[in-house]
């Protein structure tokens, strides 16, 4: 696996700080992260942590899981902890299942 490193604005959310940084990956896992200067880089790419949405029915979307991963994904979001109380209180509790497959799961009454 290719090992690379990049610089940019780092958002470190514990310490509630931004500064330019060099982050470094190696066999898919970030290794380091170095502090070239405590200021922010005018003009630099901003590196942050991935979101997790911690609350969302996917099924509100009126999407599969697949086509709603694509979308969510280019916005930063990375998991989601998904509900499926709005299939189940629509087809019951064998349509919560079928939520999470997005080839083929249908239930009609």
Known sequence: MQSFSVKG???D???QQIFYGLVTVANGKIVT???VNTDTKIGADYILP???DSHVQIESS???????AKLAVVHGTVGTISDPH??????GLPGVPCSFVTLTCYIFY
């Open 33 to 35: 992260l170095t502090t």
């Open 62 to 68: 009126m999407l599969v899981p697949s086509k709603f």
């Open 86 to 91: 709005e299939i189940a209180n629509v087809v």
């Open 50 to 52: 991935g979101f997790i």
């Open 9 to 11: 604005n780092i958002v």
């Open 13 to 15: 959310i514990d310490n």
